[in-house]
């Protein structure tokens, strides 16, 4: 399956944007829960992280979590999964931590991601992280370009559902990838029918 996947991905890659969002799974009826006595859940999330190529809009790498979890606990995986390494990532607030910053650096990687706010620091004893210092680099423009990557994921709202239609994880997996190939094929198609 990531043999396929990886076959749809783009040749040249400039600009990556980072994102994550949740996916619903199939529950059973609320009848079934009455009959064993057990109480409804409420939300049983599945968390998908992807990495998108900002000027063809193809997904790259992605990887999914059968829990909840942070964004940025997901993306030295995604770096490292990328078929080819990229001049600069754009991410939201979510990815501001310095170890990714550090990562991204000893990889040769820029980085175009909006501090957080942490609060008031003390003037006395400024950290000077390598955050801090990438943050007087940020570029409004740049990071304009993270906005593909949430329209990749309403297009994969759209066209494929919000939730997955397999019950084991393995096949929850597949079928997000499946998900993904189709994805990128119809980017394919479109580019060659639009072609002169």
């Known amino acids: 399956m990531k043999i396929i996947f990886a076959a749809t991905t783009s040749s040249k890659i400039n600009l990556v944007a980072l994102d994550g969002t949740g996916l619903t799974r199939p529950l059973p009826s609320p009848n079934y829960y009455r009959r064993i006595d057990k109480p409804y859940p409420i939300d049983i999330h599945l968390k998908l992280s992807i990495a ?24 030295k995986y995604i770096i490292n999964h990328l078929p080819r390494k990229p001049s600069k990532i754009v991410a939201d607030k979510g990815y501001d931590a310095n170890w990714l910053h550090m990562y991204c650096v000893a990889k040769g990687i820029k980085t175009c991601i909006p501090m957080r706010d942490y609060g008031k620091t003390n003037p006395a004893n400024p950290r000077k992280t390598l955050r801090k210092r990438l943050a007087k680099k940020f570029t409004k423009r740049t990071y304009g370009r993270r906005n593909i990557v949430e329209s990749v994921f309403k297009v994969l709202n759209t066209r494929f559902g919000s939730s997955v239609s397999s019950v084991k994880f393995s096949a929850q997996r597949a079928e997000v990838y499946c998900r993904a190939i189709a994805y990128n094929v119809l980017l394919i198609n479109l580019y060659f029918l639009n072609a002169p």
């Open 52 to 75: 998108v190529d900002t000027r063809s809009k193809k997904i790259l790498a992605l990887r999914l979590r059968a829990s909840r979890a942070h964004d940025v606990r997901d993306a």
